[in-house]
């Protein structure tokens, strides 16, 4: 039997609601449940069940796997997909895929003090 750690989920729907600029009785208003219940689910006091925690994953734009576990399933497959094909590179393609990468790392910092 796998344990749900309701504190922790509670914990990640809390975060993505600051971030999403929502305040827990704006998000609670457009769910339709009480504050008081919004409050219990970010401090891990009750278990809100698995079409609730969606419904709060839409409205906040976040994804569904990453607050129920913490893990974001198509970010852990470019990961994998990633070192699968690093794996497979020699040395030089190696050092040219890593000097691509802090080229396009760099000029997107750039471009976020810019603006664009």
Known sequence: MSYI????????????????????????????????YMSRVENGKTCPNLQRIAEIATI???????????????????????????????NTERSLVYSIICDVLKNNKRRRKIKI
């Open 60 to 90: 906040l734009d976040a994804d569904l796997g990453e607050l129920v576990s913490g893990s974001n399933e198509a970010d852990d497959y470019l990961k994998n997909d990633f070192f699968r094909i690093m794996k497979n590179c020699n």
């Open 5 to 36: 750690n309701y504190p922790l989920i509670g914990n990640r729907i809390r975060m993505a609601r600051k971030a999403k600029g929502l305040t827990q009785g704006e998000l609670s208003e457009l769910i339709n449940i009480s504050v008081s």
